[in-house]
T-cell receptor, first 114, second 116 residues
Framework: AQSVSQHNHHVILSEAASLELGCNYS??????LFWYVQYPGQHLQLLLK??????LVKGIKGFEAEFIKSKFSFNLRKPSVQWSDTAEYFC????????????FGKGNQVVVIP | DVKVTQSSRYLVKRTGEKVFLECVQD?????MFWYRQDPGLGLRLIYF???????EKGDIPEGYSVSREKKERFSLILESASTNQTSMYLC???????????????FGAGSRLTVL
């Protein structure tokens, strides 16, 4: 079964700082990749996804992620964060031709200080 | 928009009680899932279902069972609740099959269960 690693569980940064959250997965075959976000008191929601094509994908609220197959990575970035980006961020991976089971990382709790 | 509704947002139960968590989705999704979310552990899959009356164990099925009698409804059952089942429980649904529309989960608001 695939596993997903997210490091630096707690991240604290100031507004306008750049954010990068790492995500590494263990499976070497075809994967679909996702970042989900959970704002305080809200549902988990999709931030962005990669299925195929351009490895640089753009999501909502100015976030982007880059799929680097050789590094088994799908890191999330935002060049300038806002206080409203305070949330928990989860990376997830699925093998579409395998067990079709979505595996989540342990999450990154991001706090943006105004 | 797909809606996934979890009937109970907060529950407090006693050890040994039977607990039912209900989840309903309104967009004819084939797949439904139950996860539990714990701080520092992320989301862990308990059970999922690809169709009515079909279920498969996830990564942590022990102490849980599920029921899917209708396509739109997926219930999680704790036969005898224990304190280590205190957690946030998330229901989700998705389309079936492959392709860019599939495999995207829509989550409910969660049910926070406390077992005393």
């Amino acid at each position: 079964a695939q596993s997903v690693s997210q490091h630096n569980h707690h991240v604290i940064l100031s507004e306008a700082a750049s954010l990068e959250l790492g995500c590494n997965y263990s499976y070497g075959g075809t994967v679909n990749l996702f970042w989900y976000v959970q704002y305080p008191g809200q549902h988990l929601q999709l931030l962005l996804k990669y299925f195929s094509g351009d490895p640089l994908v753009k999501g909502i609220k100015g976030f982007e992620a880059e799929f680097i197959k050789s590094k088994f990575s799908f890191n999330l970035r935002k060049p300038s964060v806002q206080w409203s980006d305070t949330a928990e961020y989860f990376c997830a991976v699925i093998q579409p031709y395998g067990n079709n089971r979505l595996a989540f990382g342990k999450g990154n709790q991001v706090v943006v200080i105004p | 928009d797909v809606k996934v509704t979890q009937s109970s947002r907060y529950l407090v139960k006693r050890t040994g009680e039977k607990v039912f968590l209900e989840c309903v989705q309104d967009m004819d999704h084939e797949n439904m899932f139950w996860y539990r979310q714990d701080p520092g552990l992320g989301l862990r899959l308990i059970y999922f279902s690809y169709d009515v009356k079909m279920k498969e164990k996830g990564d942590i099925p022990e102490g849980y069972s599920v029921s899917r009698e209708k396509k739109e409804r997926f219930s999680l059952i704790l036969e005898s609740a224990s304190t280590n089942q205190t957690s946030m429980y998330l229901c989700a649904s998705s389309l079936t099959g492959l392709g860019s529309g599939a495999n995207v989960l829509t989550f409910g608001a969660g049910s926070r269960l406390t077992v005393l």
